[in-house]
């Protein structure tokens, strides 16, 4: 980020989508903050825009706003490879801040006796809040040429009721007039100017086609267009893609999904016909990470998740000649085995490392290594011996990382039990297929090392490195913390590589950990022994809907919880502390989180409402809702208050996930509570009125714990090779018989139906044809569904 102009600056960006808002780490006293945080967001397709803003954070009272940028939806889709660049800053306009939309009715009227225009204000919804409060007092106004009229004021609510008409006598010769009739709503204000709350423009021409004009209309800024102030507030570097696809009816996707069960139930005789090589030859490096994951997820719902490792970590073994360069690629194999990894594993990643890791962050020391890096200053002491010297720092960094490491090395291999029997069963068979390929003695090693260069170096290593990328901490470590981290990662490093590469190294400084490192080794191999000591067939792999069994808590902390039936107490004294556990089956909570303490619990199944709430429902913020139903339609609700934002995201997103099969989700809520009779929302007194606001049940954070989706993912794999297609068709059904294939078959290494070039080069062409006529079909069915909606002039919903 460019240099403002301030003296000192604690940034963070916090990044906002209508109302869904997500918040980065916060950067302390940096005017180039680095936060190489990323996130990925599931949003409806109607999203418009989305708003980054740079913040100055403040201990006391509001955080400042430094400047924002603003990315128009179809800005972000003219990047077929996403956005990647530096943008400047600007100013924040007030009037530019909009948000909601309103309901009304235009008709224009034409007879004998009079010429009008009438405009039925129904309500708003969404409105921005522009009172201290976190409300408005919104009224609207109607426009055209020198005539206007205004509702009625309602105060103190972002979602106003008006039903109200209003009329404007129009003269004849405007009905030939241009132009447009212009809707603005204004929030009153008693002392000084109004504040513009939004403005809907429809073409008075539309009103000669259509007399009537009723719906819903998203509210747009006054339009007054703001330069980037030249630099001179800073300039954020972003990156961002947008993934927008059509997902078509699971009936179109069979026969691909067909194609990628068959690859690793009945694999080809002919390798590199399969269409798992296919579409490893036609996956970018950029694309590789999320094809695998994609991968990951359509073999774990069909319940073959350990046959397909199998069968890329198979074909990478068999190719490798050289057992040390084994997985040390990019390769399908090597993403996949570590998406797998966060996949059904991150929960116990939780288990093992974070006591540990939140004792790192609580303590706080300085450690270092590095003569040349060690800051002597950092290490005063209030006493009479003064500042240590370097080699008193050294000692006391060597025995609190013997410490640390110590802590992490038992913790991981007494962690056997907790490892997920998937995981498990899936390094047996990577055990198994290295054993076979490297059956030498001098080779003893090369059988744990295949396993711990995943479980070591590719999930726990950079899970201590970065633990707010694994959702282990809120916040980033400061440079103290991260530096202890970093020298921790390292040394869990080598004890994945077994100790062998110790003293062959730059890192010389390092060596007073060698000992401990090498103590590990006889440890860590009685644990990847016991790990892979398991029998396959005691687990079962099933088709399933979800990453984690029913059984499996998903999300655990203690929040505080208000109840919305009872006597009303006020806001502040009404949250009372309880701790919550979140399964694919039940939201539950105890005072406590001792085992004998009784839970109450929420079936997921009966959850139709999960939502934030506005501030000035309790006068608190971070409060969220779950509404429920009972078999009997009773509907029910309680508040929770989570501790910031981040968190109150990262519960909205897992229940949504865990209640996203529901069958009684609502269409509409109240971001209000209903106190004193009536809604602190929209001021209506019916308690059981509809709700004045839209439900956001799809917008998720993008994470391991997404639900599996069969057909998102086989349209993610149908994209991958509708981009290939060309390549395939030039590789495969254009070339003839390579001289290796010729050898492979003159030693007798293919089958007697593939006995002769011909036959071979038959066989290949056969199966890119077969796979390619799959991808036609998928590519034939969405130009027709695109046809039909552009015909019938609106979206589609699609069914077969």
Same mark, same amino acid.
């Not at 009172?131 to 009224?139: E, L, Q, R, V």
């Not at 006598?169 to 603005?184: F, I, K, N, P, Y």
């Given at each position: 980020?460019?240099?403002?102009?301030?003296?000192?600056?604690?940034?963070?960006?916090?990044?906002?989508?209508?109302?869904?808002?997500?918040?980065?780490?916060?950067?302390?006293?940096?005017?180039?903050?680095?936060?190489?945080?990323?996130?990925?967001?599931?949003?409806?397709?109607?999203?418009?825009?989305?708003?980054?803003?740079?913040?100055?954070?403040?201990?006391?009272?509001?955080?400042?706003?430094?400047?924002?940028?603003?990315?128009?939806?179809?800005?972000?889709?003219?990047?077929?490879?996403?956005?990647?660049?530096?943008?400047?800053?600007?100013?924040?306009?007030?009037?530019?801040?909009?948000?909601?939309?309103?309901?009304?009715?235009?008709?224009?009227?034409?007879?004998?006796?009079?010429?009008?225009?009438?405009?039925?204000?129904?309500?708003?919804?969404?409105?921005?809040?522009?009172?201290?409060?976190?409300?408005?007092?919104?009224?609207?106004?109607?426009?055209?040429?020198?005539?206007?009229?205004?509702?009625?004021?309602?105060?103190?609510?972002?979602?106003?009721?008006?039903?109200?008409?209003?009329?404007?006598?129009?003269?004849?010769?405007?009905?030939?007039?241009?132009?447009?009739?212009?809707?603005?709503?204004?929030?009153?204000?008693?002392?000084?100017?109004?504040?513009?709350?939004?403005?809907?423009?429809?073409?008075?021409?539309?009103?000669?086609?259509?007399?009537?004009?009723?719906?819903?209309?998203?509210?747009?800024?006054?339009?007054?267009?703001?330069?980037?102030?030249?630099?001179?507030?800073?300039?954020?570097?972003?990156?961002?893609?947008?993934?927008?696809?059509?997902?078509?009816?699971?009936?179109?996707?069979?026969?691909?999904?067909?194609?990628?069960?068959?690859?690793?139930?009945?694999?080809?005789?002919?390798?590199?016909?399969?269409?798992?090589?296919?579409?490893?030859?036609?996956?970018?490096?950029?694309?590789?990470?999320?094809?695998?994951?994609?991968?990951?997820?359509?073999?774990?719902?069909?319940?073959?998740?350990?046959?397909?490792?199998?069968?890329?970590?198979?074909?990478?073994?068999?190719?490798?000649?050289?057992?040390?360069?084994?997985?040390?690629?990019?390769?399908?194999?090597?993403?996949?085995?570590?998406?797998?990894?966060?996949?059904?594993?991150?929960?116990?990643?939780?288990?093992?490392?974070?006591?540990?890791?939140?004792?790192?962050?609580?303590?706080?020391?300085?450690?270092?290594?590095?003569?040349?890096?060690?800051?002597?200053?950092?290490?005063?002491?209030?006493?009479?011996?003064?500042?240590?010297?370097?080699?008193?720092?050294?000692?006391?960094?060597?025995?609190?990382?013997?410490?640390?490491?110590?802590?992490?090395?038992? *913790?991981? #291999?007494?962690?056997? =039990?907790?490892?997920? +029997?998937?995981?498990? !069963?899936?390094?047996?068979? /990577?055990? &198994?297929?290295?054993?076979?390929?490297?059956?030498?003695?001098?080779?003893?090693?090369?059988?744990?090392?295949?396993?711990?260069?995943?479980?070591?170096?590719?999930?726990?290593?950079?899970?201590?490195?970065?633990?707010?990328?694994?959702?282990?901490?809120?916040?980033?470590?400061?440079?103290?913390?991260?530096?202890?981290?970093?020298?921790?990662?390292?040394?869990?490093?080598?004890?994945?590589?077994?100790?062998?590469?110790?003293?062959?190294?730059?890192?010389?400084?390092?060596?007073?950990?060698?000992?401990?490192?090498?103590?590990?080794?006889?440890?860590?191999?009685?644990?990847?022994?016991?790990?892979?000591?398991?029998?396959?067939?005691?687990? *079962?792999? #099933?088709?399933?809907? =979800?990453?984690?069994? +029913?059984?499996?808590? !998903?999300?655990?902390?203690? /929040?505080? &919880?208000?109840?919305?039936?009872?006597?009303?107490?006020?806001?502040?004294?009404?949250?009372?502390?309880?701790?919550?556990?979140?399964?694919?089956?039940?939201?539950?909570?105890?005072?406590?989180?001792?085992?004998?303490?009784?839970?109450?619990?929420?079936?997921?199944?009966?959850?139709?409402?999960?939502?934030?709430?506005?501030?000035?429902?309790?006068?608190?913020?971070?409060?969220?809702?779950?509404?429920?139903?009972?078999?009997?339609?009773?509907?029910?609700?309680?508040?929770?208050?989570?501790?910031?934002?981040?968190?109150?995201?990262?519960?909205?997103?897992?229940?949504?996930?865990?209640?996203?099969?529901?069958?009684?989700?609502?269409?509409?809520?109240?971001?209000?509570?209903?106190?004193?009779?009536?809604?602190?929302?929209?001021?209506?007194?019916?308690?059981?009125?509809?709700?004045?606001?839209?439900?956001?049940?799809?917008?998720?954070?993008?994470?391991?714990?997404?639900?599996?989706?069969?057909?998102?993912?086989?349209?993610?794999?149908?994209?991958?090779?509708?981009?290939?297609?060309?390549?395939?068709?030039?590789?495969?059904?254009?070339?003839?018989?390579?001289?290796?294939?010729?050898?492979?078959?003159?030693?007798?290494?293919?089958?007697?139906?593939?006995?002769?070039?011909?036959?071979?080069?038959?066989?290949?062409?056969?199966?890119?044809?077969?796979?390619?006529?799959?991808?036609?079909?998928?590519?034939?069915?969405?130009?027709?569904?695109?046809?039909?909606?552009?015909?019938?002039?609106?979206?589609?919903?699609?069914?077969?």
């Amino acid at each position: 980020m460019g240099q403002p102009s301030a003296e000192e600056h604690k940034p963070e960006i916090t990044m906002r989508i209508a109302k869904r808002r997500l918040k980065t780490a916060t950067v302390w006293k940096n005017l180039n903050p680095f936060w190489g945080e990323e996130y990925t967001l599931h949003l409806p397709m109607g999203f418009h825009s989305l708003s980054f803003y740079v913040m100055d954070e403040d201990t006391i009272g509001h955080d400042d706003v430094i400047g924002k940028i603003l990315l128009s939806k179809d800005a972000i889709g003219a990047q077929a490879k996403g956005l990647d660049n530096w943008l400047n800053l600007t100013r924040v306009d007030p009037d530019e801040e909009v948000q909601g939309e309103i309901h009304l009715g235009l008709e224009l009227l034409r007879d004998a006796k009079r010429i009008g225009l009438r405009c039925h204000f129904i309500e708003a919804r969404d409105l921005a809040p522009r009172d201290i409060s976190g409300t408005s007092d919104p009224f609207a106004r109607i426009l055209f040429n020198n005539h206007s009229a205004e509702t009625s004021i309602i105060k103190k609510t972002r979602y106003p009721h008006w039903s109200e008409t209003l009329e404007l006598e129009l003269e004849t010769w405007e009905l030939t007039e241009g132009g447009s009739v212009t809707v603005e709503v204004w929030d009153w204000d008693m002392v000084g100017k109004n504040d513009f709350l939004g403005k809907v423009e429809i073409p008075f021409a539309c009103l000669h086609k259509t007399p009537l004009l009723q719906g819903w209309f998203r509210l747009l800024p006054l339009g007054n267009h703001e330069d980037d102030a030249g630099g001179k507030l800073g300039a954020l570097r972003l990156k961002v893609r947008l993934v927008e696809d059509r997902i078509l009816p699971s009936m179109y996707y069979q026969p691909l999904i067909d194609l990628l069960v068959e690859s690793v139930i009945s694999p080809a005789e002919v390798e590199d016909s399969s269409p798992l090589t296919m579409l490893e030859e036609v996956t970018t490096v950029e694309s590789r990470q999320d094809v695998a994951m994609t991968l990951v997820k359509i073999y774990l719902g069909q319940g073959l998740v350990v046959p397909f490792l199998d069968y890329l970590s198979t074909r990478e073994v068999n190719h490798t000649s050289d057992p040390n360069t084994l997985f040390r690629s990019n390769s399908l194999a090597s993403k996949a085995m570590e998406q797998f990894m966060k996949a059904v594993g991150m929960l116990y990643l939780h288990e093992v490392l974070k006591p540990i890791i939140n004792r790192i962050f609580e303590e706080k020391k300085y450690i270092e290594l590095d003569p040349c890096k060690i800051d002597l200053n950092r290490t005063r002491r209030i006493s009479f011996k003064g500042a240590a010297s370097e080699a008193e720092v050294r000692e006391s960094s060597v025995e609190m990382l013997q410490g640390y490491l110590s802590s992490i090395v038992e *913790s991981i #291999v007494g962690s056997v =039990a907790q490892c997920p +029997p998937v995981m498990r !069963v899936a390094f047996k068979q /990577l055990h &198994k297929r290295v054993e076979e390929q490297f059956p030498e003695p001098e080779n003893e090693d090369v059988k744990y090392l295949a396993i711990s260069g995943f479980f070591f170096l590719r999930f726990f290593a950079p899970a201590i490195l970065t633990p707010k990328l694994f959702h282990l901490r809120d916040q980033h470590a400061d440079t103290r913390t991260s530096r202890t981290l970093l020298l921790l990662a390292k040394a869990v490093q080598s004890v994945g590589n077994l100790g062998l590469q110790l003293g062959h190294g730059k890192e010389l400084w390092m060596e007073p950990l060698h000992p401990i490192i090498l103590c590990s080794v006889a440890s860590v191999k009685d644990f990847l022994d016991k790990l892979i000591d398991i029998d396959q067939d005691s687990v *079962s792999e #099933v088709p399933q809907r =979800a990453v984690f069994l +029913p059984s499996v808590t !998903v999300k655990e902390g203690y /929040l505080q &919880k208000h109840k919305a039936e009872g006597p009303q107490l006020l806001s502040r004294f009404a949250f009372k502390k309880r701790y919550f556990w979140l399964s694919s089956e039940t939201l539950s909570y105890a005072k406590t989180l001792d085992p004998w303490q009784v839970r109450s619990s929420i079936p997921i199944q009966c959850v139709c409402v999960v939502e934030r709430v506005d501030e000035n429902a309790f006068q608190q913020q971070h409060v969220m809702q779950v509404v429920t139903q009972d078999n009997d339609g009773q509907i029910h609700t309680i508040y929770i208050q989570c501790k910031n934002v981040n968190e109150l995201n990262q519960w909205l997103s897992a229940i949504r996930k865990a209640s996203i099969y529901n069958e009684r989700m609502l269409p509409s809520f109240h971001p209000g509570a209903y106190r004193s009779g009536k809604w602190t929302c929209c001021l209506q007194a019916n308690r059981a009125t509809l709700g004045c606001s839209r439900t956001h049940s799809a917008v998720t954070l993008g994470d391991w714990s997404d639900p599996l989706d069969p057909d998102a993912e086989t349209q993610t794999i149908y994209k991958q090779l509708l981009q290939g297609r060309d390549k395939l068709r030039k590789q495969y059904l254009e070339a003839e018989t390579t001289p290796e294939e010729e050898k492979r078959l003159n030693s007798g290494l293919l089958s007697d139906g593939a006995d002769s070039s011909g036959q071979l080069l038959k066989h290949r062409q056969a199966a890119v044809a077969r796979l390619l006529r799959v991808v036609l079909d998928l590519e034939q069915a969405h130009a027709t569904f695109q046809q039909r909606e552009r015909e019938e002039g609106g979206s589609l919903i699609l069914t077969p």
